[in-house]
């Protein structure tokens, strides 16, 4: 019997012992033991609730102008000012759930165990999903209510109850975890840290900065398809403005772009060698 034969059969029997339960279970070990996991998710925790209530406690309603405090949203105030550095963190943490397997060569292990490469991304994204989004789920729910709370007189305030808040708060808190999923997706396609990072920043602060000497016209029909404009004009405001996607519909465009990101992953690790 050849070698060619034998490392056919093994990986059939790979391909039969590992399940996606199993690989996940495996993804979520190797996730909970790294530290950058846990010390992105404590910063994102402290930048969202903290950010949230340094901008409600400076928030200078009372200076506001008359049209100003008809447009004033404190959804929108207490929770994006910390999704900024969120966004940024999430898709940090989403490309070293890859990366760092690539640098430190423990990708081969994981390949010779499992063969099927796209399970492996699969199971990758169902554990760092879960996770960004339970977190973003928490930490969001927190910075509303303590932006709320830091909030002063005569300003007016949001209860969960009142009509928009809950969905704002609840899609506010999905949007880390499908920024995840676009970090993961252009980790495996780029393999290396500081690169896949550096495209994570791109696509969330640079194309709006790159369509804004274009006008108006152009800025409207485009930047409002753009990840970091879904979330400040569609997923945390209540009064939507004109140019914004309705919120399904933002966050659909948000899932085809992490779907997208994913398959692109998929794809790499399939053709190319680890």
């Not at 990366?99 to 099927?116: C, D, V, Y």
């Not at 910075?143 to 005569?154: K, N």
Request: aromatic share 8%; proline share 5%.
């Amino acid at each position: 019997m050849t070698n060619a034969t034998l490392s056919r059969r093994a990986a059939c029997r790979s391909r039969d012992r590992y399940g996606f339960r199993t690989v996940a279970q495996m993804e979520w070990r190797k996730l909970r033991t790294l530290r950058s996991t846990w010390f992105v998710v404590v910063l994102f925790g402290a930048g969202m609730i903290g950010l949230g209530v340094l901008a409600m406690t400076h928030e200078g309603y009372s200076q506001l102008s008359v049209a100003e405090r008809a447009s004033f949203d404190p959804v929108h105030d207490s929770i994006f000012t910390g999704l900024l550095l969120g966004q940024l963190l999430a898709g940090v943490l989403g490309v070293l759930t890859v990366t760092s397997e690539f640098s430190s060569g423990m990708i081969r292990a994981t390949f010779a165990a499992i063969p099927r490469r796209p399970l492996v991304l699969a199971a990758k994204a169902a554990v760092q999903g879960a996770v960004m989004l339970a977190a973003g789920e928490v930490f969001t729910f927190l910075a509303f209510i303590a932006g709320q709370a830091a909030l002063q007189a005569p300003a007016p305030h949001a209860a969960l109850g009142q009509p928009g808040v809950l969905r704002a708060v609840l899609l506010a808190g999905a949007y880390p975890g499908l920024i995840a999923m676009i970090g993961l997706g252009l980790g495996a396609v780029i393999r290396h840290a500081a690169g896949a990072i550096c495209a994570v920043v791109a696509v969330e602060f640079l194309l709006p900065l790159l369509v804004a000497p274009l006008g108006t016209s152009v800025q409207d029909n485009v930047v409002r398809f753009l990840p970091e404009q879904i979330a400040a004009l569609s997923l945390t405001v209540v009064r939507p403005e004109p140019p914004a996607l309705s919120p399904g519909a933002a966050f659909a465009l948000l899932c085809v772009y992490a779907a997208a990101a994913l398959a692109a992953g998929a794809w790499a690790l399939a053709r190319r060698d680890a």
